[in-house]
């Protein structure tokens, strides 16, 4: 699993997921990856600072607003024109990093793996109530959490 994933499971709204339906032992695996996955953000969230102090950028809001401005004015002055190169540099520079941080592999320590069964019942508990909502346990969760959550039967 990758920091990208991390951040897709954050917004599908993976980490408000509920265990209600599920036995004590699965319940309490349920709480401890999702423990796993804020702390994951968490991390995620630091290094983004960090990236942006590497990219030379000390408020984020600040550069945005000052990039905007430089970029849509269609009468830079040579001024200008230097200050908008030098943060359409950072601004690459920040995103070639934050690419390669997201490309990262990453461990969610203590997780432990329920029965498929328990897995199963975790999906419909938290599947959608109307169709405007995004399902937090989606097919492609569901594959980036196989062996990480929940294991596959054995086929007998």
């Known amino acids: 699993m990758k920091n990208i994933d991390v951040l897709f499971m954050v917004n599908s709204g993976?980490?408000?997921?509920?265990?209600?339906?599920?036995?004590?032992?699965?319940?309490?695996?349920?709480?401890?990856?999702?423990?796993?996955?804020?702390?994951?953000?968490?991390?995620?969230?630091?290094?983004?600072?960090?990236?942006?102090?590497?990219?030379?950028?000390?408020?984020?809001?600040?550069?945005?607003?000052?990039?905007?401005?430089?970029?849509?004015?269609?009468?830079?002055?040579?001024?200008?024109?230097?200050?908008?190169?030098?943060?359409?540099?950072?601004?690459?520079?920040?995103?070639?990093?934050?690419?390669?941080?997201l490309n990262e592999e990453v461990t969610l320590d203590g997780v432990l793996t329920m029965p498929y069964e328990d897995w199963h019942t975790l999906r419909k508990e938290n599947r959608p109530k109307d169709d405007k909502q995004s399902e937090p346990l989606n097919n492609y969760t569901e594959k980036l959490l196989e062996n990480v959550l929940w294991t596959a039967p054995v086929d007998e």
């Open 14 to 101: 993976v980490l408000g997921i509920t265990n209600y339906e599920l036995g004590p032992k699965s319940a309490y695996k349920v709480v401890k990856f999702r423990n796993a996955l804020q702390k994951a953000l968490d991390n995620i969230q630091e290094l983004e600072k960090s990236l942006l102090k590497d990219a030379g950028i000390e408020d984020v809001q600040v550069f945005n607003k000052e990039l905007s401005e430089l970029t849509s004015n269609d009468n830079k002055t040579s001024e200008e024109e230097v200050k908008l190169k030098e943060l359409e540099e950072k601004n690459k520079k920040y995103n070639e990093l934050r690419s390669e941080m």
